[in-house]
C-alpha cells in the first residue's frame, strides 16, 4: 500500500536500509578501547556493551527504558514484569551506566504514571533527585473504566551539587493577552508586530510538547517515539555545544538526532535493528536540516502558535 505524498514517515525495513545499519557499531567495535565512539549508533543490547562506554565520558544521560507495559516494539515484544521484577530490571540499567556520567553531569529519565513509582524511588539511591517534569501528551487512547492516560513523567537528577543547567535556553514564549504596562511601556514582555510575548521560566509540567505524527519529518514508525521538541528541552538545559550526550535505549534515535541539530556529541544504543536504519536514516537527514519542530531562533514556542 502506497503511503501519501504527505506521509513522512520513516519505515523502511532492514534490507533497504542496509547500508544504514552497516554505519552502526557492533559490540566487538565498542570492546575496542582505543575507538572514538562520539557520534555513533550501538547496535546491540545495553547491558551486553554498556561496561565497555568510557567512564566519566557523557555530560548528560536521557534515559527511555520500555515502561512496564505488555507491547510490540516492530518484532520485538516486551511483556509487563511484577512490580518487584521491573524493579530489578532497573536497577540492572542504572548500574550498567552509572559509571558513564561525568561527576558534573545530569540524568533524565522518561516513564510513565505506573513506571514512574518505582523509578523515582531507585534513582535517589544513585543520584540527586532535582525534579519530576510532567509534559502532556495528547495522544492515547480513552478508557470506559478509568481517566484517560495523557501525561509522562521525566525524573531529572544529577550526580553532584555541581550541575549546568542553563535557564536561558529553555525560555519558553507566551503570547501576551492582558499586557500591563508602567508609565506606557511594556512591563515584563515585548511589543512586535507580530503580536506581544514574554519569554517565560519553564515550570515542570510542559503542555507545548506536540507527539510527532504522520506530515512530520522527525515521525518514524516507533510505537513510542519521544519529540525532538521533548530532547530539545532536555539537552540545551543540561548541556552545552560539544558536551556529549548519551543515550542507552536510543530507540529510533530521536535524542542522537536532537543533540546533533543543537551541536552537541552523542553515543546511543540499541538493540532493535530496523530501529538502527531509522536512526541512522534520521541523522543523515539532520545533516542539512537543523529544524526542530516548535523550536525557532533559540526560542520554544507554544503548542500551534501560529494562527
Given at each position: 500500500?502506497?503511503?501519501?505524498?504527505?506521509?513522512?514517515?520513516?519505515?523502511?525495513?532492514?534490507?533497504?536500509g542496509r547500508?544504514?545499519?552497516d554505519?552502526?557499531?557492533?559490540?566487538?567495535d565498542?570492546?575496542d578501547?582505543?575507538?572514538d565512539?562520539?557520534?555513533?549508533?550501538?547496535?546491540?543490547?545495553?547491558?551486553d556493551?554498556?561496561?565497555?562506554i568510557?567512564?566519566?565520558?557523557?555530560?548528560?544521560?536521557?534515559?527511555?527504558?520500555?515502561?512496564?507495559?505488555?507491547?510490540?516494539?516492530?518484532?520485538?515484544?516486551?511483556?509487563?514484569?511484577?512490580p518487584?521484577?521491573y524493579?530489578?530490571?532497573t536497577?540492572?540499567?542504572?548500574d550498567?551506566?552509572?559509571h558513564?556520567?561525568?561527576?558534573?553531569?545530569?540524568?533524565y529519565?522518561?516513564?510513565?504514571w505506573?513506571?514512574?513509582?518505582?523509578?523515582g524511588?531507585?534513582l535517589?539511591?544513585?543520584y540527586?533527585?532535582?525534579?519530576?517534569?510532567?509534559?502532556?501528551?495528547?495522544?492515547?487512547r480513552?478508557s470506559?473504566?478509568?481517566w484517560k492516560n495523557?501525561?509522562?513523567d521525566?525524573?531529572?537528577?544529577?550526580?553532584?551539587?555541581?550541575?549546568?543547567?542553563?535557564?536561558d535556553?529553555?525560555?519558553?514564549?507566551?503570547?501576551?493577552?492582558?499586557?500591563?504596562r508602567?508609565?506606557g511601556?511594556?512591563?515584563?514582555?515585548?511589543?512586535?508586530?507580530?503580536?506581544?510575548?514574554?519569554?517565560t521560566h519553564?515550570s515542570?509540567?510542559?503542555?507545548?510538547i506536540?507527539?510527532?505524527?504522520w506530515?512530520?519529518?522527525?515521525?518514524?514508525?516507533?510505537?513510542?517515539q519521544?519529540p525532538e521538541?521533548?530532547m530539545?528541552?532536555?539537552?540545551?538545559?543540561?548541556?552545552?555545544?560539544g558536551d556529549?550526550?548519551f543515550?542507552?535505549?536510543?530507540?529510533?534515535?530521536?535524542?542522537?538526532?536532537?543533540a546533533?541539530?543543537?551541536?552537541?556529541?552523542?553515543?546511543g544504543?540499541?538493540?532493535?535493528?530496523?530501529?538502527?536504519?531509522?536512526?541512522?536514516?534520521?541523522?543523515?537527514?539532520?545533516?542539512?536540516?537543523?529544524?526542530?519542530?516548535?523550536?525557532?531562533?533559540?526560542?520554544?514556542r507554544?503548542?500551534?502558535?501560529r494562527?
Open positions: 500500500m502506497n503511503k501519501s505524498s504527505r506521509n513522512k514517515t520513516i519505515d523502511i525495513e532492514i534490507d533497504e547500508d544504514y545499519l554505519r552502526c557499531l557492533r559490540t566487538g565498542v570492546k578501547q582505543a575507538r565512539l562520539s557520534g555513533t549508533i550501538i547496535c546491540a543490547d545495553m547491558l556493551v554498556c561496561e565497555y568510557p567512564a566519566g565520558c557523557a555530560d548528560l544521560m536521557i534515559v527511555d527504558p520500555p515502561y512496564n507495559l505488555t507491547k510490540d516494539y516492530t518484532g520485538e515484544s516486551f511483556r509487563k514484569m511484577k518487584e521484577e524493579e530489578e530490571y536497577r540492572r540499567w542504572l550498567a551506566t552509572r558513564v556520567l561525568k561527576e558534573n553531569g545530569s540524568v529519565v522518561c516513564c510513565d505506573e513506571s514512574s513509582l518505582i523509578i524511588k531507585l535517589g539511591e544513585y540527586t533527585v532535582r525534579n519530576r517534569i510532567t509534559w502532556q501528551r495528547e495522544k492515547g480513552g470506559k473504566s478509568n495523557s501525561m509522562e521525566i525524573w531529572f537528577a544529577t550526580r553532584s551539587d555541581e550541575y549546568k543547567f542553563n535557564i535556553d529553555v525560555k519558553i514564549r507566551r503570547r501576551v493577552i492582558a499586557p500591563y508602567d508609565e511601556e511594556p512591563k515584563d514582555w515585548q511589543e512586535t508586530e507580530n503580536g506581544n510575548f514574554r519569554d519553564p515542570n509540567f510542559w503542555d507545548d506536540t507527539v510527532p505524527f506530515s512530520m519529518a522527525e515521525n518514524t514508525a516507533h510505537p513510542a519521544k521538541k521533548l530539545a528541552k532536555l539537552i540545551l538545559a543540561s548541556s552545552n555545544e556529549l550526550v543515550d542507552p535505549f536510543a530507540g529510533s534515535g530521536t535524542a542522537c538526532v536532537t546533533k541539530k543543537l551541536g552537541r556529541r552523542f553515543i544504543i540499541e538493540k532493535n535493528e530496523r530501529y538502527c536504519v531509522w536512526a541512522q536514516q534520521r541523522l543523515e537527514m539532520a545533516e542539512d536540516d537543523k529544524t526542530i519542530q516548535g523550536y525557532e531562533q533559540g526560542v520554544f507554544e503548542r500551534n502558535y494562527r
